[in-house]
Nanobody, 121 residues
Framework: QVRLVESGGGLVQAGGSLRLSCAAS????????MGWYRQAPGKQRELVAA???????NYADSVKGRFTASRDNGRNTVYLQMNSLKPEDTAVYLC???????????????WGQGTQVTVSS
């Protein structure tokens, strides 16, 4: 079994910063892409940022220039540095990982429980 555990959410004023962390644990052979999604009340879940094991990143247009994804492959951990936060960034942020538990088994999509980020105006 594989688990993703997020941390680092909280309440911050507009213009502030937060850093989210997501650590994968369990029976892990390899992890390709790790990413962050968010879901605000009444809205669809959306991709915020993703990063491959090689460090290639992809960001939503709404966060480009403000958010930075990084990862520590040795620790199976992905980070999301969020700067210049806006009230519209308020959402539950969920970690996602594309995990292989064995070399011969196809990768599976794993989700964390989510961490709340609230940005006050």
């Amino acid at each position: 079994q594989v688990r993703l555990v997020e941390s680092g959410g909280g309440l911050v004023q507009a213009g502030g910063s937060l850093r989210l962390s997501c650590a994968a644990s369990g029976s892990i052979f390899s992890i390709n892409t790790m990413g962050w999604y968010r879901q605000a009340p009444g809205k669809q879940r959306e991709l915020v940022a993703a990063i491959t094991s090689g460090g290639t990143t992809n960001y939503a247009d709404s966060v480009k220039g403000r958010f930075t994804a990084s990862r520590d492959n040795g620790r199976n951990t992905v980070y999301l540095q969020m700067n210049s936060l806006k009230p519209e960034d308020t959402a539950v942020y969920l970690c996602n990982a594309d995990v292989k538990t064995r070399a011969w088994i196809p990768a599976i999509d794993i989700w964390g429980q989510g961490t709340q980020v609230t940005v006050s105006s």
